[in-house]
C-alpha cells in the first residue's frame, strides 16, 4: 500500500494523468502542457518515459489548473490491481 506522500511513480500510469490534464486543458501538445503546469519542458518528457514521479507539488498544480480533485488525479496515475480468484 502506497502512502499519501508518496510520488506516483508508474511511468504507464503517468503518461495517462498526463494525457488526461492535456485533454481538459485542450492542449496539443507536452511543451503546451509544460507552460500550463510551469515546468520546463524536459519534466514533462521524464516523466513520460519513467525517469522522474509526479511529486505532490506538480500533483497540486494539475488540480490547480484543471479543477480536478487530487484524489481523481492520483486514481488516474494508478493502475488498478489485478482481480485474484479466490
Given at each position: ?5 508518496q ?12 494525457d ?12 503546451a ?11 514533462i ?6 525517469r522522474?514521479?509526479?511529486g505532490?507539488?506538480?500533483?497540486i498544480r ?9 484524489r481523481?488525479l ?5 493502475p488498478?490491481?489485478p482481480?485474484?480468484?479466490v
Amino acid at each position: 500500500m502506497h502512502s499519501p506522500s508518496q510520488a506516483l511513480d508508474n511511468a504507464a500510469g503517468n503518461c495517462q494523468l498526463l494525457d488526461a490534464v492535456m485533454a481538459k486543458l485542450g492542449l496539443k501538445n507536452d511543451a503546451a502542457l509544460s507552460r500550463a503546469l510551469e515546468v520546463a519542458p524536459p519534466v514533462i518528457g521524464k516523466i513520460r518515459r519513467g525517469r522522474l514521479p509526479v511529486g505532490a507539488t506538480l500533483l497540486i498544480r494539475m488540480h490547480e489548473v484543471t479543477d480536478i480533485a487530487i484524489r481523481e488525479l492520483k486514481a488516474i496515475a494508478t493502475p488498478a490491481a489485478p482481480e485474484v480468484a479466490v
